[in-house]
């Protein structure tokens, strides 16, 4: 899967979780750009994301993520390998 | 050593600042905030520095191993302090509690043991664990020096009751800092408002408080139980921010710029947000290592709710109350989170404050009683089915004796030390005489709180205990 793959799933992603078909990702996309993106939807965000990538972010990672590039970057990285 | 004393404002801090002066490097100068800050720690009770010092010795090796090179020692390091901090914690504030609680369930008879908490465990072992977890992040790097990490967990200002201190908030502090002429003004002008806060209104509205949950609360008229439980969320407010305000004043005043633990919270809108403005500390601990923590393996929001709630209200003492007003507030955050922000913005402002400083104020009723029979006791009391009537002479009398009192508490919940600004911007007052209208009410309210400080007996800070 290709970063914009990735992308376009966080796209689905990010609208079903914040009930908003409006939400247009880019890789500087962040909390402060989303209105509920708060600490607790991000779990859930988290959750979602981890569930449809079949994937689990360490502790680090939810804790440490600015933005959705970085989210991006580390899908795509865990895909690579 | 608590900072509202006599001995503190005129003994002990005049003679660390002299110290302080005198010594010209930041080395020495660290070297004296260290020995000033294990003096004030050791105060009155020097047995408790060991394991002051013990915690300290532990976090410092486990820091240097997470956040090291040699991989297989990283985790191991982790979980060595977290079960250390835990530990800590567990056994000088909650073995009792576990225990009788254990013997009541099980009817077993082990001995209950009464261990003496020590001061201000729940806030340096947080720092700490804080510390280590931020290094296995990599997040912070190390602190080499012991004694620099030393200073780090014991520095006086904020040692004993907070804000909780991230080490990557002074960590550059430490090596190099310089106190400026305008954070020396600063930092003496918070903390004579901090200690303002603590002796001019929290000390003397606990009077009130004391004297009508202190002796028979089950006696109290529906308004008298109202009238108590206002006076005491206003006392717990300025006792707790006066304390944070002090500690962040002396961290100025040091060159510590140390981040704020309160940012008005009675203005909230909703009881979201006044998390978002009570001791913002320790919230922001819980957000950043407790909540992106998978609950039974599970990432869920609720769950993570839940959990979070349940060890804020834990973190606050040994007893159920503590748990319940923990929950308590959970299930108001869950009940928002449920709504939305959308529909609650929707809701007439109006509506929204009075329910918000409803569950507050009923929020601290909980927390003031430990003992769950008493807490049952002031429920009812709050409502029609209180059987002593509606308003009592002792506590009219009470009123109208403290009214000025309370009304200046109320005023002092908002954000008056933006006013010299506004007026600046908006009457272009000069910052001259701004400066000097606020050094004069500096100086009133320090020596008035001087005053009020002879004619009293020392109170801990409420927070000290936690």
Redesign the interface.
Known sequence: MNREQVMAKLTEIFRDVFDDDSIVLHDSTSAKDIEDWDSLEHINLIGAVERHFRMRFTMKEVSGMKNVGEMADILCERAGK | MVFSSLIFLYGFLPLCLISYSAASSVRSRNFVLLIFSLLFYAWGEPKRIVFLLLSVVVNYLCGLAAGGKKQPLRKPAVAVSLIFNIGMIGVFKYSGFLMENINAIFGTHFPVPHIVQLIGISFYTFQVMSYVIDC????TVPQRSFLKFLLYVSLFPQLIAGPIVRYSTIAEEIDHRTTTLSDLSKGLNRFVIGLAKKVVLADQLFRIVDAFFGSTPEKLTVLGTWYAVIVYSLYIYFDFSGYSDMAIGLGLIFGFHINENFEHPFLCKDITEFWQRWHISLGSFF???L???PVFG????YL??ALVWLCTGIWHGAHWNYIIWGLYYGAF?LLE?KI???RMRKIPLVLRHLYNKLVIIIGFGIFYFEDTAQLGTFLRNLTFFNPNGFFSYAEQMSLYNNLFLIIAAVICTFPLLKLPEMLKKKYGRSEALVSAAGTVCTTGLLVLSSILLVDATTKAFLYFRF
């Open positions: 296995y992040w990599e997040k957000r950043d290592y909540l992106p923590l599970i990432r869920n929001k993570s709710l955050i989170t939305g922000r959308k």
